[in-house]
């Protein structure tokens, strides 16, 4: 709207005098304020470049989706008790991928991976989400959805070089050419304080008395659950190995089986927090 000077309004208004010189019915010769049948209409975006305008906007924010989600960070659903107290089942945490660039794996992360023997699981998220809704029938989950590597997420107790034991129930790290250290891990509830053992609920193994020691290799990590007494982790092999392959199980994480590390949990509302 163009903004009116009171001045020049008064000026532009005729006077009694002229009135009768005003054509009462005079049509206006400006083309401009025309419109013809052929002429596009272009309010709010729809003339004949809306679509394919609003299809290339998609386009670019499915591309930022995806490049967020490959290389900086992708959410995560929590499934299972074996990092209670820190994250619980069903929690959404954002998983950061920057790992691979800057920082590396240290000890203490909390991280996304695939175990060493890993076995397949249907695929979830939105787009299984609407498949199922659109084809209510269908029995096959792995059909309808695809399948994915069933993940797991733990905390990392050793890196490269060190040496993890595990013994009387506490847990204690050497690094390569440095001191032994018993952690402290406040991490830990009650329960599980001093509990990490082989047999996970009566620590009376003989592996929990005589202890065991574990040299992490390069290029991989050494990881526990939180809640010990119920987590399947570098202790077992993850309990699959064997079962599935029917190799030596590996007790250690490959580093290129890590999808991420934890940094925020985003759900439920009450129990946000940083890593």
């Known amino acids: 709207m163009k903004a009116i000077d009171p001045q020049e ?5 005729p006077s009694s005098e002229n009135l009768s010189r005003v054509p009462a019915a005079t049509p206006s010769t400006n083309s401009d304020f025309r419109p013809t049948k ?6 709010n975006g729809k003339g004949p470049g809306g679509f394919l305008s609003f299809l290339f906007e998609l386009g670019v924010i499915l591309l930022i989706v995806w490049v967020i989600r490959s290389f900086i960070a992708t959410p995560f659903q929590i499934e299972g008790s074996s990092m209670n ?8 945490i954002f998983v950061s991928r920057l790992f ?7 000890r203490g992360d909390i991280i996304v991976f695939k175990p060493p023997y890993f076995k397949m699981i249907p695929k979830s998220g939105p787009l299984c989400y609407i498949k ?5 029938q269908a029995q096959d989950m792995r059909t309808l959805c695809g399948e994915e590597p069933q993940q797991y997420v733990k905390r990392v107790i050793g890196v490269a070089g060190d040496t993890v034991e595990i013994k009387g129930g506490k847990v204690a790290v050497t690094p390569k050419d440095g001191k032994r250290v018993e952690l402290d891990e406040p991490y830990l509830n009650a329960e599980n304080r001093d509990h990490t053992c082989f047999d996970r609920l009566s620590c009376a193994a003989q592996k929990d008395h005589i202890g065991e020691k574990f040299v992490v290799p390069e290029g991989k990590v050494f990881v526990l659950g939180d809640n010990r007494t119920h987590s399947s982790d570098s202790r077992s092999a993850f ?16 580093l290129e089986n890590i999808t991420g590390t934890a940094k925020i949990i985003i759900w439920p509302l009450a129990r946000i927090e940083i890593f």
């Open 38 to 43: 052929n002429s596009p209409k272009k309010e």
């Open 9 to 13: 309004s008064e000026s532009n208004i």
């Open 85 to 92: 107290d820190t994250l619980f089942n069903q929690d959404k």
């Open 132 to 136: 199922q809704k659109l084809f209510p």
């Open 239 to 254: 309990e699959v190995g064997s079962a599935f392959h029917g190799e030596t199980p590996d007790p250690f994480v490959p």
């Open 100 to 106: 691979h660039y800057v920082g590396g794996i240290e």
